[in-house]
């Protein structure tokens, strides 16, 4: 796996890289970076050149002035394409991620040629009014005895398996990276008007979540129903954090689906 950073409108984007072949570019959640890939990049690098980078404001990545949004992430993802000469390229996302997905294939249908949609809660109007009055997900304050992280812990700690402690500690380490402005991200997805948008995805779609995923599952039938052609996959035995919990089988279905994809030339 090769590092690199490319420049963009917002500063620079930092990115991983492995493999060979097709772009593939993967989105994480927030507030992870990169890493949330680190063991899926090495099976799909196997068959595609597989590039893993960190969001806007997120890992290495700069920081946007102003108020970060889901159009925001989106002009990373798409300078970052510029800078490294993708014309074409396929696009896997995990919840934040997802919803940036959604965006990047709406703004350019014509270079997207496949998308993978992984836990991806449906943002319309219904959504926004319900999450309006939902308590923050990670969002904590700075205290002098370092208790902030155990409440940092503690907010994540009912979505991920009690027996991986490791998955939680690397949300953690991500999360202190951005811990000043980390609920940006969810607060970007939640004011994202995705109806408006969604219709605009013309590249063939896959839509999965893992069966333990309680907080974007019950959307993913509205989501496949707003795109035609959509197929959707339930991941067995995970949930929220499907994408490093349960790396092969995720790597396994996104592999599966983009090799039934035509042939590029």
């Given at each position: ?124 109007a219904e959504r926004r009014r ?118 092969e089988l995720f790597a396994a ?13």
């Open positions: 796996m090769k590092h690199g950073f490319a420049d963009t409108r917002h500063g620079q984007v930092h990115y991983v890289e492995h493999g060979t072949g097709h772009p593939v570019i993967l989105l994480h959640q927030t507030p992870r970076s990169w890493d949330e890939y680190r063991d899926v990049l090495p099976v799909l690098g196997e068959e595609f050149r597989v590039v893993a980078m960190d969001t806007l404001g997120f890992g290495a990545s700069a920081r946007p002035d102003g108020r970060w949004s889901i159009e925001i992430f989106a002009s990373g993802v798409l300078d970052l394409c510029d800078v490294l000469g993708f014309d074409q390229f396929s696009l896997v996302g995990h919840h934040t991620g997802a919803v940036t997905a959604v965006e990047v294939a709406a703004t350019v249908p014509e270079q997207v040629d496949a998308l993978v949609l992984s836990g991806m809660p449906f943002v319309d319900i999450v309006t009055d939902r308590p923050p997900i990670d969002h904590v304050e700075s205290c002098s005895d370092g208790s902030h992280l155990t409440r940092l812990w503690q907010n994540r700690a009912p979505y991920y398996p009690a027996d991986r402690p490791d998955l939680l500690n690397r949300l953690v380490r991500d999360a202190l990276v951005v811990l000043d402005r980390v609920e940006e991200g969810h607060d970007a997805v939640n004011r994202y008007h995705m109806e408006d948008r969604i219709s605009r995805v013309a590249a063939p779609t896959l839509a999965v979540c893992g069966e333990l995923d309680d907080f974007s599952l019950p959307d993913l039938p509205k989501l496949v129903a707003a795109i035609p052609g959509a197929r959707s996959e339930v991941l067995p035995g995970t949930g929220v954090p499907s994408v490093d919990h349960a790396p279905t996104v592999r599966a689906f983009l090799l039934d994809q035509p042939a590029r030339v």
